[in-house]
Structures are given as C-alpha cells and as structure tokens.
C-alpha cells in the first residue's frame, strides 16, 4: 500500500525471520489433536454452577487494561471481584477510582494469588505485556487458580510458530486445571488474521492474501505513539528497530494463523520496518513532531509459500494520516476486495474483541485456543447467561 502523496517521505531498514517449519507444524497438529481429544465434562459442570453474574478479574490496569474494565463494566451479568496490578500509585486504591468510574466496593492488589483464592472469579482479563516469555509465569500460577483467561499479549494469539515450547506448556497446564486460554486483541487477533480468514470463507480458491492497516496515530494513547517512533530523528529510530524497541508485535503470530487456516505451509517470514517521516508540522494531543522527524512506522511482513510471497501484512501508523483505513485483498475465486473506510479504532476495538470473546471463552473447551479456533465473536448487548452454553 503505498502511502498518501505529499504526506510522508519513506526510508527503510530490514529485518528477516526465517522460521523452523517443520517444527511449527509438528506442533501446530499435536495442539489440534489434543483439542479433539479433551474432555470438558468438568468444564461444562463448572459453566452449570456458575452463578448468574460473571465473576472477573481485571489483571494489569495499564491504558488498555483500563479499556477492557471499563467495557466490560458496561456489561449486563459481567462482575468484577478484584483487580491487580503491580503500580504502588494504584495498589490499594479502590478499582472504580482508578478506571475513572464510581467507586466498586474493593481495593487494587498485588496479590494475584490471594484475590483469586479469596474471589474464586470465572475469568480473568489479562493485559500486562506483549512477550509470552515475560507473562507464562503469570498464566501458569492463574491457570492453577482454575479461572479462564482472555489476554491482550500479542505472541499469545498464536504462539506456535515462534514459542512452540511455551505453547506445549501452556497448554498442558490451561488442559490439567480445566480452563482455557486465549490470546486476542484487534491486531493480531481479528483484522489482520481472523477477519481475513472468514473473507476466504466465500472462496473457492485462494491465491494470495493482503491485509493493509492505515492508522491516523494522533487519536491513540501515548504508549503507542512512542511505541511507533513519532517524535524521533531518523537515527533515533534506527537504532531503535536495532534492538526491537520499535516493532509492531503480531505480524509473525497473523501469518501462521492465516496460513494454517488455509493450508499453507510457511517457508519463511520476512518484516521491513520503516519510518513515516512527516513532511510538514503534526501533532497529537500528547505530541509534536517537525518536519523531517519521525511521525511513526511503516511495517511490512511476508509469508513465503513454496518460495513465494502469498501473505502480506502492511501497517502504516502514524501522526498526520489523512486516509485511515482497513483493507483486505484476496485474490481468488472470487475477488474479495474489502474497505473499512476510516479504519478500526485500535484501542477501543482491542477492549471490544476482549469482552465479546468472554462467552466464547466460558463455553469452549479446555487448553490453549486461538481465534481459528472459536466461533466467530460478535458483539452481545443483553445478559451474558444467553450466551453461555448449559
């Protein structure tokens, strides 16, 4: 996709991924097999006591984690009990204060393990960080407390091509205590992979896949715009795609999904990371950026079938975009060529797609699940017990 004239010159630095096929697949299959081979007898008995109210847990009361509170408090059947995070100015304040809302009758912990015990919850929401390494410790003591979780961690959504390790584990564990685990979000988790995958759903052949994503970042929260470079020079943002700092997290996790969706056999991932240099004056309510500074990132990732280049990702964010929007192209029989003008809001989409699978959740089976897995989410605007099945 190539960006609106006179708003943005590019330069480009990049990054390439080759990833262990055969290992993914091997994997990928046993996870499936397993899926088909659970029972869910004692997850059915525990959806048949569970009260009329939804107990929740909100775990990581960051600016997405306030999002998800504040969404799913909006929610007929849906309770919280408790809330934690790991911020001392949060710690011990009552959690409707901190999300901006009335006050809910308990106090903010650092104490996961404790509240758990003490609320028994039926599903956590979980947002504290984007890498699988860094939270498995945190789903694997959650898990054991037996509550379902829906998390916002990014390498989550589809962790078997570049954490097949950690998926095995987690999956073990989510399948010995009953629950089940997802990882979701707009971006990976809908857009980019599972809208994708149900376009294809009207075709008879699939060629090539293209999903673009174009983001006005001036109406996003603070972290993400520092997140995408807005503000730097362009040595500053090079040496920041150097060490990771600057890279959207999900491309990798977007493509397996959709090739393992269609059948594909990946050879490899490949993602360029580039800035969107601002050409005139742009600002956000958080930031001002120059002409000639960063004002965010345009990156690109490829997945090679059979050494040919039949997924595309392209995500262009940045401050002073005048066309945001979605755009999926899927060659095949038939065309599918599919625009949401404006684009999806990604915050407020992210907190969406996190309450909405919370019924999908409480009625899947257990284990680690992605969104192939699941039906379709759709919004639900009447008490969440229609939506859980007996």
């Not at 989510?174 to 809208?195: E, Q």
């Not at 599918?336 to 909405?356: E, F, P, Q, R, S």
Request: net charge positive.
């Amino acid at each position: 996709m190539e960006s609106k004239p006179g708003s943005a010159t590019v330069h480009w630095f990049v990054i390439i991924v080759d990833s262990d096929h055969k290992t993914r697949e091997s994997n990928h299959a046993t996870h499936g097999n397993r899926c088909k081979s659970r029972s869910i007898s004692t997850k059915q008995t525990r959806q048949r006591n569970i009260l009329r109210n939804i107990k929740i847990v909100q775990y990581g009361i960051g600016p997405i984690g306030t999002l998800l509170a504040q969404c799913a408090s909006k929610k007929r059947g849906l309770q919280f009990v408790g809330a934690v995070d790991i911020d001392p100015a949060k710690v011990g304040k009552d959690f409707g204060e901190v999300i901006g809302a009335e006050k809910l009758g308990f106090t903010v912990t650092n104490d996961a393990k404790k509240l758990l015990a003490k609320t028994k919850p039926d599903i956590v929401l979980h947002s504290t960080g984007s890498y699988l390494k860094a939270v498995k410790p945190q789903f694997l003591d959650l898990m054991k407390s037996r509550v379902d979780i829906v998390s916002t961690c990014e390498e989550l959504s589809y962790p078997f091509l570049k954490n097949p390790a950690i998926a095995k584990e987690l999956d073990s564990a989510a399948r010995r205590n009953k629950v089940t685990l997802l990882g979701t979000g707009v971006n990976p988790g809908f857009v980019m992979d599972t809208l994708v995958l149900t376009a294809t759903g009207v075709c008879q052949d699939v060629k090539r896949v293209k999903a673009s994503r174009i983001q006005d970042a001036s109406t996003r929260r603070l972290p993400f715009q520092k997140k995408i470079g807005a503000g730097l020079t362009l040595d500053e943002f090079k040496s920041k795609v150097a060490d990771g700092t600057i890279k959207h997290v999900g491309f990798q996790e977007s493509i397996a999904m959709i090739a393992s969706g269609l059948g594909w056999k990946l050879d490899k991932i490949d993602e360029t990371v580039e800035p969107k240099v601002a050409e005139e004056p742009v600002s956000s309510q958080f930031l001002k950026v120059e002409a000639g500074q960063v004002a965010g990132v345009n990156q690109t990732a490829r997945g090679f079938v059979s050494g040919e280049p039949l997924i595309e990702l392209n995500l262009q964010a940045y401050l002073g975009c005048r066309d945001p929007k979605e755009w999926i192209i899927i060659d095949g029989e038939p065309r599918i060529d599919l625009t949401i003008k404006g684009g999806v809001h990604g915050d407020i989409a992210t907190a969406a797609v996190i309450v909405n699978c919370i019924p999908r959740v409480l009625n899947s089976e257990p284990g680690l699940v992605t969104m192939k897995d699941l039906p379709v989410p759709s919004g639900w605007f009447s008490g969440i017990q229609k939506f859980i099945e007996k």
